[in-house]
């Protein structure tokens, strides 16, 4: 079976840097997709990884390891905004499996 | 383009009622999918149409689910005899052929409560 792993909550203090880790399991692997949900809102693209190694995008950076199956998001300088609901996904051509979400709670 | 829409964005049903829901993509979108989404988990992928052609299907759809996407626009999710276990939120999300780098533009989802 296809799954992707990651863990359930992640609780931060405002300004620090905060990584989230997904490892996946999964067949006809093509790269990591990484969203945001909001409660309540729809998720949001973050990034993505083809090829293995790190890619930024402002405060977030994401990485990809293909013989680890192994894959990281990194957040930094951490805003209460930034609470909120994390997904690896498996974009695996046109059927991406989501991973169950990594909850992030920034505290003052 | 205001995005990916969704219509309606709440329904309640009684069980055994038929339901019917709306995605409008994003005009320049030839992909399009359905996902649901159950409290405290991931999206779950139901189906997925190039153009007006449904590829995809997952084997955890029901026969009571069927969708459509007539004249490769806008698409439909319809599903017949509700049951209190189809109680989710439906998000359909589009993207461009070739663009896996830009990710799925999701809407904002209809929340279906089966009473």
């Known amino acids: 079976g296809q799954s992707l792993e990651q863990p359930s909550e992640v609780t931060a203090v405002e300004g620090a840097i905060v990584q989230i880790n997904c490892t996946y399991q999964t067949s006809g692997f093509y790269g990591l997709s990484w969203y945001q949900q909001h409660d309540g809102g729809a998720p949001t693209f973050l990034s993505y990884?083809?090829?293995?190694g790190l890619e930024e995008t402002g405060r977030f950076s994401s990485f990809l390891s293909r013989s680890d199956s192994y894959g990281y998001l990194l957040l930094q300088e951490l805003q209460m905004k930034d609470s909120a609901s994390y997904f690896c996904v498996d974009t695996g051509g046109f059927k991406t499996i989501f991973g169950a979400g990594t909850r992030l709670f920034v505290k003052a | 383009d205001t995005g990916v829409s969704q219509d309606p964005r709440h329904k309640i049903t009684k069980r055994g009622q038929n339901v019917t829901f709306r995605c409008d993509p994003i005009s320049e979108h030839n992909r399009l999918y359905w996902y649901r989404q159950t409290l405290g988990q991931g999206p779950e992928f139901l189906t997925y149409f190039q153009n007006e052609a449904q590829l995809e299907k997952s084997r955890l759809l029901s026969d009571r689910f069927s969708a459509e996407r007539p004249k490769g626009s806008f698409s439909t999710l319809e599903i017949q005899r509700t049951e209190q276990g189809d109680s989710a939120m439906y998000l359909c999300?589009?993207?461009?052929?070739?663009?896996?780098?830009?990710?799925?533009?999701f809407g904002s989802g209809t929340r279906l409560t089966v009473v």
């Open positions: 999300a589009s993207s461009l052929t070739g663009t896996d780098e830009y990710g799925y533009t």
């Open positions: 990884n083809a090829l293995d």
